[in-house]
């Protein structure tokens, strides 16, 4: 079992930048792959970026590229998303997965709770 909590949500400007954290615990979390995911009202959760378990490989959705930027610190169990020049669009509630391959589909088994971004135009 992997536990995922998310941190770092907010109300922010568009141009602004937030740092989301996924804080994880349990069985061999520096040697799984883990991903970010957003959900916004009446849309299907959608990809954002997901990163390998070395921190070596990192896919991230067309839409974010060259904005946001996910990033792992193994030491910490930790894995992070950067996220400047929001937009409003990025508005979603976010959630954190993780799972033993990189895949850019939902099908991770283990999900965060999700934390709240809104960006304000």
């Known amino acids: 079992q992997v536990q995922l909590v998310e941190s770092g949500g907010g109300l922010v400007q568009a141009g602004d930048s937030l740092r989301l954290s996924c804080a994880a615990s349990?069985?061999?979390?520096?040697?799984?792959?883990m991903a970010w995911f957003r959900q916004a009202p009446r849309k299907e959760r959608e990809f954002v970026a997901a990163?390998?378990?070395?921190?070596?490989?990192?896919v991230y959705a067309d839409s974010v590229k060259g904005r946001f930027t996910i990033s792992r610190d193994n030491a910490k169990n930790t894995v992070y998303l950067q996220m400047n020049s929001l937009k409003p669009e990025d508005t979603a509630v976010y959630y954190c997965?993780?799972?033993?391959?990189?895949?850019?589909?939902?099908?991770?088994?283990?999900w965060g709770q999700g934390t709240q971004v809104t960006v304000s135009s």
């Open positions: 990163i390998g378990w070395s921190g070596g490989s990192t």
């Open positions: 997965a993780a799972g033993s391959l990189l895949v850019v589909s939902p099908s991770y088994p283990y």
């Open positions: 349990g069985r061999a979390v520096s040697s799984i792959a």
